[in-house]
């Protein structure tokens, strides 16, 4: 039970670290948005780039929605 209070603990400093990740990922993903049209995001590197970033971002708003659902 301490060991899991410890945990649940942790949780907020560890959701607010996930928030200032998910903050810097918006803004290069808003970045990437700005350039994909003309510049070097078209090629196919740039657009696999572009798309793990967002598959990054949708976990990451996944983890938070299931936080917030304990909520914690």
């Known amino acids: 039970m301490s060991m ?4 649940i603990s942790a949780l907020p400093s560890q959701l607010k670290d996930l ?3 998910l903050e810097d990922l918006l803004s290069e993903l808003e970045e ?5 049209s003309t510049g070097p995001e078209k090629s196919s590197a740039g657009r696999l780039s572009f ?4 598959s990054l ?3 990451c ?3 938070i929605s299931l936080i917030a659902g304990l909520g914690l």
């Open 51 to 54: 798309h793990k970033r967002t």
């Open 61 to 63: 708003l996944w983890v």
């Open 4 to 7: 899991l209070h410890k945990e």
């Open 57 to 59: 971002v949708l976990a």
């Open 32 to 36: 990437l948005r700005k350039n994909i």
């Open 19 to 21: 928030h200032s990740g």
